[in-house]
């Protein structure tokens, strides 16, 4: 039985040590494409350089561990997912349920701790952290069943955000069991397809978190969990490791 973490805080710093980073081979796009991938991953936990390799493809991405290439994408794709995509392309819904696909690159960045701050400090750090949220609801989505577990700090985003809001809307159509948390600054109407958890204090007002977890060996599940640890800061980390999940279920679960 997975072990189960005593806070939020503790899940996130039981990320592996890796020495990540990315790097772009053979770049032929725009010279500003690049410092926006710098920009978005800020060198504080995956430093982003180029490489020109003969003999190999333009406009990859390349995630390395040391020397080691463990995931490659194309730079098309992070432009597609991550660069050239504003926040509020999923706060109104112009970006729906079903249209996020993650890169390999990204993917490969799982058990690996975060620290990102928000506007107006940095325009793109926490991009990588809105996807990956989106991408789990839609694992959810996806499969129909399960537990789909979201914190938003403040419930009033449920009403706030109209993208958000249909996301909710269409998973809670399905048999997954959605359970939201956050301050209850706004109460959402009965027909919310969702177990409300509200609180003031604590992990309440500074979780944020993305948890998918189903009984069933076969499907893909995965877990997002971000704590605000300063202003308008936080330390993030996702896995698809499905004893953490599990874990880390549990313990929203017995604790919030």
Do not use: C
């Not at 390999?104 to 990956?132: C, D, M, N, Q, W």
């Not at 971000?226 to 999940?245: H, Y």
């Amino acid at each position: 039985m997975p072990t189960v973490p005593n806070s939020l805080a503790a899940f996130i710093e039981r990320g592996e040590t890796r020495d990540l980073s990315l790097a772009v081979v053979n770049r032929t796009r725009p010279r500003p494409i690049q410092h926006m991938l710098e920009e978005t991953f800020d060198e504080r936990t995956v430093g982003v350089e180029e490489l020109d390799l003969p003999d190999t493809a333009e406009n990859v991405v390349v995630l390395l561990d040391d020397d080691d290439v463990v995931a490659s994408s194309p730079l098309e794709a992070l432009e597609r997912e991550l660069l050239f995509v504003n926040s509020d392309l999923y706060v109104t819904g112009t970006k729906s349920l079903g249209d996020v696909t993650l890169p390999a690159v990204i993917e490969g960045l799982e058990e690996t701790p975060f620290r990102v701050r928000g506007y107006p400090a940095s325009h793109s750090e926490k991009l990588p952290l809105i996807v990956i949220s989106r991408y789990i609801e839609q694992l959810a989505w996806q499969h129909g069943s399960g537990r789909l577990r979201s914190s938003f700090q403040r419930l009033s985003r449920l009403d706030d955000e109209r993208g958000t809001r249909e996301v909710y809307r269409t998973v809670g159509e399905t048999d997954v069991a959605v359970h939201v948390y956050g301050v209850p600054d706004w109460i959402p109407p009965r027909s919310f397809p969702g177990v409300i958890h509200a609180g003031y204090r604590g992990e309440f007002r500074t979780s944020w978190f993305v948890v998918f977890h189903v009984d069933d060996a076969d499907a893909r599940t995965a877990a997002l969990v971000a704590e605000q640890v300063n202003d308008n800061e936080w330390e993030a980390l996702w896995t698809f490791d499905d004893d953490r999940i599990r874990s880390v279920n549990r313990y929203i679960e017995r604790t919030l």
